[in-house]
Nanobody
């Protein structure tokens, strides 16, 4: 069973950048797709981006062109580089491992989740 841990969140101003990290411990990503989601208290968990073992990526329209997902297999880590941050990007960000190798946005397709890291963007 894999355990995921996110890091890199924080408080920034609009227009700033942050890089989130998701590291797998007690296991590996095992070539399965890894994704990032985010959630605010009044909304359901929203898809942000995912990456497949071959490097293929898929982004939500709201972050396309601003966020970049990447992976480092040697470090067993997936990153989310977030540029040009907006106040509406404020949320708890979660990484998750899919149950398969597909690219997709449905949270129910992801079996393992981290505890989340808070990102707050002030205006």
């Amino acid at each position: 069973q894999v355990e995921l841990a996110e890091s890199g969140g924080g408080l920034v101003q609009a227009g700033d950048s942050l890089r989130l990290s998701c590291t797998a411990s007690r296991g590996t990503f095992d070539s399965l797709t890894v994704g990032w989601f985010r959630q605010t208290p009044d909304k359901a968990r929203d898809f942000v981006a995912c990456i497949r073992h071959d490097g293929s990526t898929y982004y939500a329209e709201s972050v396309k062109g601003r966020f970049t997902i990447s992976g480092d297999t040697a470090k067993n880590t997936v990153y989310l580089q977030m540029n040009s941050l907006k106040p509406e990007d404020t949320a708890v960000y979660y990484c998750a491992q899919r149950r398969d190798y597909a690219l997709g946005h449905s949270p129910s397709s992801y079996g393992y989740w981290g505890q989340g890291t808070q990102v707050t963007v002030s205006s």
